[in-house]
């Protein structure tokens, strides 16, 4: 197959998925065909490789097809993650092409080591959710891990953070109003008894429990 | 004349209490502690033609509101269409505080911004430029030092310049569309299109920040819109409303080439640090407390006591009284008025002349304390210790002023952040933190014995708080919250300042305090006229005497305590000067004291924060809790022959 018809697939599974995020159902010709291909065409080709059934009028993706079309979303997500988190792109259009590009060359086993790299981010940068891999259960560290917790670092670092990863919503609520965002430069204080983060002329005292939420790269 | 409501809004301690007094000349509370502005205060200022109706609003992060506070903050927005709001921001910290500015574009409220704490920005060698800032908003933009009043007349006309800002941040496409769904769902809601805009995202935001009056009979049709909107986002809608907009914030303020000072090796700041330090932060608290305890228990407690007490109401007011009331024929009367519970003997000279001196000591070292932004570092130290009782570090604020006054600490209870944490810092206040007026007390007569009994009673009293504390944070329902707290600069004390402060403290006092004390002794006059002092004496002498092992009159003591805890501390002075108590006694009995029944005062205030059911549970509570550990005590220090 060549690649752009692979790539066209790819495509279609990940729009079903996200249709089926935002709580609407797929349906054929809804939404613009990808590339040379028509969505018929290409639905029935997922429909030979079992990967989605029809139910009444709607598409529906099988156990299967669940599974591959999670994967290339979280491909895509995090290599949007990756264009903004490490180098730093601005622009979220040129984002979201980078990310395209790039999601297609990222094999299960690069796209884990990535995910590491980054920290395992529950979220693209939209805040749209980013489905687990299996790294992310193990929580693998042995890859040194660029993006860690704040407890990671040691007094006096700086560090830019990258995502926040709450147990609780008003959690990151509050963090947010004082400012502490994916994005904002920090520098940590102290950790003991208390962490005491600095952000622009803002001293803020938090938990040990709240700074291992708080996932940061370290910036000179 | 026309009338018009001036709105003051910003981000906590950025000096909006300071301004609004500057504006209206009334005092409210200032302090260098984020979250202390509890109630709306309202005054009022005349700006040429039109007497502005001006309101001081509780600190808040955002219009989206999240909290009670920030729910308050912006209905006083919705309940008055004529608003002009001043945005009081900290020169320092725009980045914060501009949000807000963004949101007031989106509801479209005409606004002017006071860029306070100017003169820190200066020192601190700040690049702002106003003009620029104020192009770019397109609001007026004045600098500002509340505290002194700088900038106060510029501040005039910007307010009435006040104007619709220019600058706005967009939200992502799919969160517009669906608030625009929701807008359409709610129909007519009476405010403008941007302000049912601004409304429909806040309730995506947090569902219960929409005005009860906009709710639709059926709620579903927008509570489908906004479920499938944070389903989509799975960290929180907040959260990518709040990064798109301090985005804009970001670049606005990069536009206009704002950029923060250096401010290393400045002596406030090393000594801001060093206060947090692991070990020194502990040694220089310990330092801070013995400096109070110098100025409260050594000065206020003894010398201004002992001068008020035994030289103006002994030696002169008392005499007189009794001279002046033996003129009155009627023995029922004197005795009201001089005799052992009378209003002049009793309750005002407890009342002026020990616990005043005392309370008032204490409230200029409080205020220093507070306006050197010293609690806020102290509350990073205690946080742990404040875990384990099932607070965090935030408590550190009403558990040392309830040292000081139990009641007024109560009252303070409010900057917790969530009701279950209010309830339980009131119970542990009034189970376990005794007052200044007590604490003199009790540390004369333990001071008397060896200091063995002194570990025992901090050991015991301690020990009930912590297990009480744990305990009850696992058994009652609600949200403990995380502790995360904004430290302020370490600043010198403002004279003024505290003199305001203590001031209007000491006023509180004489108003709200002194009326209670001389109810509770009218009560007490009652209830040993009537008799019912001796039925009560004598059904509880049995427990006193049997299980407490204290002699009889001790319940005389209890009895008052609860009208005036510290009448209940002298009581048992009494006991130990006339030699009734032993070592063990006084233990026992101080440790009663100390855990029992709150005075009268903080039990009204009680019932006005918590309401009427849980503040007589808790009492039910602490009785039983304070019987029972002075039991224990005394079986336990019986039985192993403890000499004190």
Known sequence: MDRSRRDAIEDLLRRIWVEKESGNSFSCGESPASGNFSDDELIEELKNKNLVSRDGDVEKLTPKGEEKASN???????AERLYSDLLQGEDEDSSAKFACRFEHILNDEVTDSVCTLLGHPPTCPHGKRIPRGSCCQRSEKELHSLVKPLTDFAPGAKARIVFISPSFHNRLDRLNSFGVLPGAEISLHQKKPTFVIRLGATEIALEKEVAGEIFAIGIN | MQNDTLLLVGNPNVGKSALFGKLTGKYVTVSNYPGTTVDISHGKYKNGDIEYDVIDSPGIYSLLPQ???????????????????????????????????????????????????????????????????????????????????????????????????????????????????????????????????????????EPGSLPESLKPKDLSGIATVAEDMRRQYSVSISSTMSKCRQKHVSKLLNRIDYSAGNKTGDFAVTLGRLSMHPVYGGFIALAVLWLVYQFVGVFGAG????????TLFEGFLNPLATKAA???????????????????????????????????????????????????????????????????????????LGLGCDTMATLTA???????????????????????????VIFGMLGSISALGLIIWIGVVSLVMFITGSIASKILPGENSDFILELPPIRKPGIMNIIAKTGSRVEWYLK?????????????????????????????????????????????????????????????????????????????????????????????????????????????????????????????????????
């Not at chain 2, 969530?418 to 339980?424: A, P, V, Y």
């Not at chain 2, 006059?525 to 299980?547: E, K, M, N, T």
């Open chain 2, 414 to 440: 409010r900057i917790m952040d969530t009701k279950k944490e209010r309830i339980l810092v009131t119970l542990l206040l009034a189970l376990g933190v005794p007052c200044s007026a007590q604490l003199a």
């Open chain 2, 67 to 205: 909290s009670e506070d920030e729910i308050v903050t912006r209905d006083l927005i919705l309940e008055h269409p004529d608003v002009k709001v001043v945005l009081v921001l900290d020169a320092r910290n725009l980045h914060r505080g501009l949000v807000i500015a963004h949101q007031l574009n989106e509801m479209k409220v005409p606004f002017c911004i006071a860029l306070n704490m100017m003169d820190e920005a200066v020192a601190q060698k700040y690049h702002i430029d106003i003009e620029a800032l104020a192009a770019e908003l397109g609001v007026p933009v004045v600098a500002t030092v509340a505290t002194i009043g700088s900038g106060i007349k510029e501040l005039h006309s910007a307010i009435t310049n006040s104007a619709v800002g220019e600058c706005q941040g967009e939200c992502p496409v799919d969160i517009e569309t669906s608030a625009a769904k929701i807008v359409e769902l709610l129909g007519d809601t009476g405010f403008s299109k941007h302000i049912t805009r601004f409304l429909a995202i806040g309730y995506m935001v």
């Open chain 2, 512 to 644: 709200e305090a002194v009326p209670l004390f001389i109810l509770g002794t009218v009560i007490l006059f009652a209830l040993d006229r009537s008799g019912v002092l001796v039925v009560i004496r004598d059904f509880a002498a049995p427990v006193v005497q049997v299980f407490l092992g204290l002699p009889e009159q001790a319940t005389d003591a209890f009895l008052v305590g609860f009208l005036r805890r510290d009448y209940g501390a002298a009581g048992l002075l009494d006991l130990q000067q006339q030699g009734l108590l032993d070592g063990t006694q006084v233990v026992v009995s101080l440790i009663i004291i100390t855990l029992f029944v709150p005075c009268i005062a903080n039990f009204f205030v009680m019932i006005k924060e918590r309401g009427l059911l849980i503040s007589v549970v808790m009492s039910i509570f602490i009785v039983i809790m304070a019987v029972t550990v002075g039991g224990l005590m005394n079986f336990v220090l019986t039985s192993l022959s403890v000499v004190l």
């Open chain 2, 303 to 310: 010398m201004l006591v002992d001068f008020m007490e035994s």
């Open chain 1, 72 to 78: 290339i979303v979280r491909r895509l997500r995090l």
């Open chain 2, 326 to 400: 033996d003129l009155i024929p009627l023995p029922a009367v004197r005795d009201f008025l001089v005799g052992d519970y009378g209003i002049v003997t009793m309750a005002l000279t407890y009342s002026l002349a020990i616990i005043l001196p005392v309370v008032g000591t204490f409230f200029i070292a409080f205020g220093i304390l507070e306006d050197s932004g010293y609690m806020p570092r102290l509350a990073v130290m205690a946080n742990k210790v404040f875990r384990k009782m099932g607070l965090h570090g935030k408590a550190v604020l009403p558990m040392i």
